[in-house]
Structure formats: C-alpha cells, structure tokens
T-cell receptor, first 111, second 117 residues
C-alpha cells in the first residue's frame, strides 16, 4: 500500500464547477499536510497547508481528518487557470522531516 | 534569493554511461530531498538529508544510485551505470527555516529531465 493515495483522475470539469480532491495516508504519526500544485513540465509548488481545523484561501478549502487519515481539497468556481495536477503531501519526523507526495490528480477545466 | 538550483536541466545519455545531477539548496535551509517523477510512478522520494547527513535512502532504487551532500548547500545524485528505465525528471527540494518546523515550506528546483537511450 502506498503511503499517500489520491484519486487517480483525471477530472474534467466546466468553468465555474466545484471540484473535490481526496487523499488518504497510512502513517498515523504524520505531522503536517499540504496540497501542492504542479503545472505541465514545471516543478511542484505549494498551494496551501492543511490544518485540523480546516482552512480556506479564496476559492480553495482544505480539510484534514486525523482519525480517518484523510485530507481533502475543494475548489469552488473553478477557472481555466486551475487546470493542473494537484498533489497531496504528508510529512512526518524521522530524524528529519520525511515528505511524501501522492501521485497527483490531474484537473482539466474547460470553457 | 535564487531558489533551488539544479543542473543540468536536460541530460541525454546512452545506456551504461555515468550521470551526475547537481543541486544547490536555498541559503539557510538544512534539509535536502531528491525525488524522481515518472508518469507511471508519480513523484517518488529517493533520499533525503538533514544537516548534510543522509536520513532515509530507502527510496533509492538500487546500488546504481548514490547521493552525497559534501557541504551544507550542495548535493549530487549519481547513476552508474545508467539504464533506459532511469529516464525520468529528477527534482531536488529544499526545506528549512530558523524554526525548523514541520510546517515549513518545501521548495523545488526546476528539475533535470533525464533521457537514457
């Protein structure tokens, strides 16, 4: 079983749609959680951190459920520019901050 | 700040040749990660260092792969001998701040696109 698992995708949605990404992780000792965005042929970049209380950044909302070891990302009113791959990231301390990425879910937003 | 610097950006080589990838961390950061990305396997963690010390190399595919961090700001990933299945994008990432918090942002370099013929 992979340490971080995501919906395989791809998701194809029209502009203005709401889209949700899900992620599960296997290590219950994991400490920090993030969503990264990766554009085609570019490096991954931080989209937002994920907190237990849930957090929102504009059209983006991230949720963490530690009991279920589940992370989610919701994008409201999707834009063409949201088209990218979204990577779920989990970090735990093992002498250093081991940071594991999910395989990513590709999103296509169409006009 | 220049960000994470990787070289070369592209490498095309023949099977059996030695390949060396290079990475320079962001100044002041103390953790370095090497990842490999392919369509089939996604972004895999190969090895990571903390304060120049390798912490976990369980992701290194086999003995043909080796990584070093000779000083606080620089690392190399070497593949010898290279094989066609090593073709991938190799990313280096830098992490660390004054607080050394698990919530610090990890920054990626632009990657090295390796093709082994």
């Amino acid at each position: 079983r992979k340490e971080v698992e995501q919906d395989p995708g791809p998701f194809n949605v029209p502009e203005g749609a709401t889209v949700a990404f899900n992620c599960t992780y296997s290590n219950s000792a994991s400490q920090s959680f993030f969503w990264y965005r990766q554009d085609c042929r570019k490096e991954p970049k931080l989209l937002m951190s994920v907190y237990s209380s849930g957090n929102e950044d504009g059209r983006f909302t991230a949720q963490l459920n530690r009991a279920s070891q589940y992370i989610s990302l919701l994008i409201r009113d999707s834009k063409l520019s949201d088209s990218a791959t979204y990577l779920c990231v989990v970090r735990g301390y093992t002498g250093g901050f081991k940071t594991i990425f999910g395989a990513g879910t590709r999103l296509f937003v169409k006009a | 700040d220049a960000g994470v610097i990787q070289s070369p950006r592209h490498e095309v080589t023949e099977m059996g040749q030695e390949v060396t990838l290079r990475c320079k961390l962001i100044s002041g950061h103390n953790s370095l990660f090497w990842y490999r990305q392919t369509m089939m396997r996604g972004l895999e963690l190969l090895i990571y260092f903390n304060n120049n010390v390798p912490i976990d190399d369980s992701g290194m595919p086999e003995d043909r792969f080796s990584a070093k961090m000779p000083n606080a700001s620089f690392s190399t990933l070497k593949i010898q001998p290279s094989e066609p299945r090593d073709s991938a994008v190799y990313f280096c990432a830098s992490l660390g701040g004054a607080g050394g918090l698990s919530t610090d942002t990890q920054y990626f370099g632009p990657g090295t696109r390796l093709t082994v013929l």
